[in-house]
């Protein structure tokens, strides 16, 4: 009982580092993860264990600039750099958002119907409006905590891995020595699943997170402070493990399944959802659209509310998920949210297939992160913002390693085009 209790102490402090990781694995990252085990069978585990430091790293860094200094990534951004760059790097990330809340809302349609049949576009309209009015009239901590229960559908794929009886001995040589073919194909999916591991609204929201934990609360002393930064670390580090460890198991099963049966490219949701067929049965839909359902109602608002805390700060407003809708300030705050939903559901009205546009949100998400990361690493490292807790040695070198890792994939990818 006293071990029970502690545990459930323990995970009740774990806090934007866990919502954060949980929002990382939403339906554009299945679905591209997916992508990449049927395209490219066991060539694309080692991008898990590659990118785990380096993603940990660089939600390290907004996290800490989010809390030492009291203030989100743009607001930052805003006293620290000329104008031009706010714009360039707000503009790309609301463009980026509201491309991926589309391709996440589509894909939600696209699972429930699926499971129950009817129109999609209806589904998709039906899942902005409930997605809008959670944001606007309940706290996100309140209905956050119901939506993680459904993100354990995606335990199904670690089930099918132990369901196949892998040779784990050539699955490590893989991931050791993937064998790697440097062409534009292969590049492009790298760049996709580095771009929805280490995505930019994870930056803004873990940074955003940090600081409204801290409104309110007066000057903390310099224990509190590192105490704070420690767990911090261990809340990130736990986070995007898990983020981590699910992803490599949706490629690892997509791999063993549907590469191995000359699937290699996925047209459909329902082509992704046939991975859990060995060990779901006639479940396998239930669970995949349980999955892509509970992950996209936890990452639209993650996406919608770091494009709103993004443009709030840069134009001055009054940010945070617990403002006043009739307040002036608020309501510019949700209408940016708005905005961002909304367009997103319009946007699944196109003719393009749900999967597709999450896998080219991913590219996307990959290519602007670079900019965003470096003025990250800038900020982090500047004592005029930092004051006494600018990024230590292993930090930021490991920070800057996840910058120079995205820039040379993303050069790479546009050489071979």
């Not at 104008?83 to 990330?93: A, D, E, Q, S, Y």
Request: proline residues 3%; glycine residues 8%; charged residues 10%.
């Amino acid at each position: 009982m006293i071990r029970k209790r502690r545990l459930q102490d323990a995970l009740g402090k774990l806090g934007p580092g866990l919502v954060t990781g949980a929002a990382d694995d939403d339906p554009s990252g299945i679905a591209t993860y997916s992508q990449a085990g049927a395209q490219f069978g066991y060539s694309m585990l080692w991008t898990m264990v590659f990118t785990l430091p380096l993603m940990v790293a660089i939600q390290m860094v907004s996290a800490r600039i989010g809390y030492v200094t009291r203030q989100g990534l743009a607001a930052n951004i805003k006293t620290s750099f000329p104008r031009w760059v706010l714009l360039t790097v707000v503009g790309m990330l609301l463009v980026a958002n509201t491309l991926n809340v589309a391709a996440d809302i589509a894909a939600m349609a696209e699972a429930l119907r699926l499971l129950v049949g009817g129109s999609s576009h209806l589904y998709a309209v039906g899942f902005g409006v409930t997605c809008l009015l959670m944001q606007v009239f309940l706290p996100y901590r309140t209905y956050v905590r119901w939506l993680k229960w459904l993100t354990l559908a995606l335990l199904s794929y670690v089930a099918v891995v132990f369901s196949l009886h892998l040779d784990w001995g050539m699955v490590m040589g893989k991931i050791l020595h993937p064998g790697i073919h440097i062409q534009h194909d292969m590049l492009l999916m790298i760049v996709a699943v580095f771009g929805t591991t280490i995505s930019p609204y994870l930056f803004f929201w873990q940074a955003a997170q940090e600081m409204e934990e801290t409104a309110g609360q007066p000057a903390h002393t310099a224990d509190e402070v590192h105490r704070k930064l420690r767990h911090i670390r261990l809340d990130t580090i736990i986070g995007m493990t898990f983020s981590n460890l699910i992803a490599f198991f949706i490629i690892l099963s997509t791999a063993a399944t549907l590469h191995a049966a000359g699937v290699t490219d996925i047209q459909t949701s329902a082509q992704a959802a046939e991975a859990l067929r060995p060990v779901a049965g006639e479940f396998t839909f239930v669970l995949f659209s349980m999955g892509i359902i509970g992950t996209g109602m936890l990452a639209v608002p993650v996406l919608a509310g770091s494009a709103g805390y993004a443009v709030a700060e840069a134009v001055g407003w009054q940010e945070g998920l617990n403002s006043k809708l009739m307040q002036k300030e608020g309501r510019g705050f949700y209408g940016v949210i708005a905005a961002a939903t909304i367009g997103g559901v319009v946007l699944c009205f196109t003719a393009m297939d749900p999967v597709k546009e999450l896998f080219w949100a991913a590219v996307l998400n990959g290519v602007i992160s670079v900019p965003i990361m470096v003025v990250m690493m800038l900020l982090a490292s500047r004592t005029s913002i930092m004051g006494a807790h600018t990024l230590h040695p292993r930090l930021r070198w490991l920070g800057w390693a996840a910058t120079a890792a995205m820039a040379l994939t993303v050069i790479a990818m546009l050489a071979t085009l």
